[in-house]
């Protein structure tokens, strides 16, 4: 029913940048906020960043400064602009929407399958 799709992943030196996309297709009555969270190797899924609606944004203390979030004008789009990346910013990362797809059920959270961030030292 609904399809998040993640690119522009991939390796990075350290002190470089990358700009990761996400686009949310399918039934989208309200999305209600859209999000990227990732997971290194060996360690829980975190929070990376996360942009409601309205605009309201917040990051994970580690990305502040680094990272910005922000939506697309079809509103169904999110990117994640990743500069100054570290080798601890490697991991997977995965797109994430709470996304409601009818007026008669509240929201729920969908999935991408991920895009690999690599940063070399």
């Known amino acids: 029913q609904v399809q998040l799709v993640e690119s522009g992943g991939g390796l990075v030196q350290a002190g470089g940048s990358l700009r990761l996309s996400c686009a949310a297709s399918g039934i989208l009555f309200s999305i209600n906020a859209m999000a990227w969270y990732r997971q290194a190797p060996g360690k829980q899924r975190e929070l990376v960043a996360r942009v409601t609606s309205g605009g309201t944004t917040n990051y994970a203390d580690s990305v502040k400064g680094r990272f910005t979030i922000s939506r697309g004008n079809a509103k169904n789009t999110v990117y994640l602009q990743m500069n100054n990346l570290e080798p601890e910013d490697t991991a997977v990362y995965y797109c994430?929407?709470?996304?409601?797809?009818?007026?008669?059920?509240?929201?729920?959270?969908?999935w991408g399958q991920g895009t690999q961030v690599t940063v070399s030292s």
């Open positions: 994430n929407g709470n996304i409601q797809i009818s007026r008669v059920l509240g929201t729920s959270d969908y």
